[in-house]
């Protein structure tokens, strides 16, 4: 089992290694979003979940506790598959998940995750905080995941919470929602998180916190590919910058060289030459239309059963179920 760990942090450290080497020799200068997630980079993004300008979190807990007893009954006919991809922290999902309890429903839950740390941490979590919950774990990317538990008898719910399906393109959002829905069977649901379009001041508060949280979470995707690929990038000479697009609805975040200067990585054996205020785009995050959402739903497979609301309309728990035509 080591070897096997072993050999797949390398592939995993190789993986890196290459997109990095693409992201920076690029025209626009890139660096994907899914790295700013080592150990270092998810304990401060969980800081930044409780952070009072971080509206997401307590909209989506609001949420859930108001319309926990209304998920349970969706389960009370049959034993059900909880599914959960990128579990996170857990703190959200243990609500439904207690409710469920509470309710004596028939369930097991699933968590699927690449990250085998994060796995072991949301086992041990639950086993401590809802020991009598049968929890199995699978070590995998979403789909691979999902068509290994598509054998398992039972009905689905899926759950994608948060609002990590904002991080995707708009293409990429409808082809992932296209293969969710072809992995899984007529009848089963989704409760998906969306974050909805609201005034500008929230949003960059948000995403530009008053306690530089945001701004420590994106540089340390450089301080990352320092330690893991053997950089000399200076932190000091870059500046973390949120801003609107009022047109695609995303919020971007770049990290703009203060400098000219040049970077050497020497796992790359490369060099990089950085203009002074050039810029490296490491994230969008998009906000949502009801209108977009109920396009994403109906094209790609599904029917909306109910959108779920927190008090000021900042966020919405979407609930999907999934539509085939018999053969």
């Known amino acids: 089992m080591a070897a096997k760990l072993k050999h797949e942090e390398l592939l995993s450290e190789q993986e890196f290694a290459k997109d990095v080497a693409k992201g920076l020799a690029s025209d626009k200068k890139f660096l994907y979003a899914k790295y700013f997630y080592d150990m270092k980079g998810s304990e401060i993004f969980n800081q930044i979940t409780r952070h009072p300008d971080y509206y997401l979190t307590n909209c989506e807990i609001e949420i859930l506790d108001n319309h926990k007893k209304e998920l349970s009954q969706i389960m009370s006919a049959e034993p059900y598959n909880i599914i959960e991809l990128g579990p996170g922290e857990g703190i959200k999902t243990k609500i439904l998940l207690d409710q469920l309890m509470q309710d004596q429903r028939d369930f097991t839950y699933f968590a699927i995750d690449i990250s085998q740390k994060y796995l072991k941490q949301i086992t041990k979590h639950f086993h401590k905080n809802i020991p009598n919950l049968k929890i199995k774990t699978v070590h995998s990317d979403f789909f691979k995941g999902l068509k290994k538990l598509a054998k398992q008898p039972h009905k689905n719910m899926v759950l994608f919470l948060g609002s990590s399906i904002g991080n995707m393109d708009p293409a990429d959002t409808k082809h992932f929602l296209a293969e969710l829905w072809g992995t899984l069977h007529d009848g089963d649901y989704?409760?998906?998180?969306?974050?909805?379009?609201?005034?500008?001041?929230?949003?960059?508060?948000?995403?530009?916190?008053?306690?530089?949280?945001?701004?420590?979470?994106?540089?340390?995707?450089?301080?990352?590919?320092?330690?893991?690929?053997?950089?000399?990038?200076?932190?000091?000479?870059?500046?973390?910058?949120?801003?609107?697009?009022?047109?695609?609805?995303?919020?971007?975040?770049?990290?703009?060289?203060?400098?000219?200067?040049?970077?050497?990585?020497?796992?790359?054996?490369?060099?990089?030459?950085?203009?002074?205020?050039?810029?490296?785009?490491?994230?969008?995050?998009?906000?949502?239309?009801?209108?977009?959402?109920?396009?994403?739903?109906?094209?790609?497979?599904?029917?909306?059963?109910?959108?779920?609301?927190?008090?000021?309309?900042?966020?919405?728990?979407?609930?999907?179920?999934?539509?085939?035509?018999?053969?």
């Open 190 to 327: 989704l409760l998906i998180g969306f974050d909805l379009r609201k005034d500008l001041k929230t949003l960059m508060k948000a995403y530009d916190d008053s306690d530089g949280l945001t701004r420590d979470f994106n540089l340390n995707l450089l301080d990352r590919i320092n330690r893991e690929l053997h950089a000399n990038f200076d932190t000091a000479f870059f500046h973390h910058y949120a801003t609107y697009d009022v047109y695609s609805g995303a919020m971007k975040s770049y990290l703009i060289s203060f400098k000219k200067q040049q970077v050497y990585i020497e796992a790359l054996h490369q060099t990089f030459t950085f203009q002074e205020f050039e810029p490296i785009h490491v994230e969008n995050s998009y906000k949502y239309l009801h209108s977009q959402i109920e396009d994403y739903a109906t094209n790609t497979g599904f029917e909306i059963v109910r959108h779920f609301s927190d008090a000021k309309g900042y966020f919405l728990n979407s609930l999907w179920r999934v539509k085939k035509c018999p053969l």
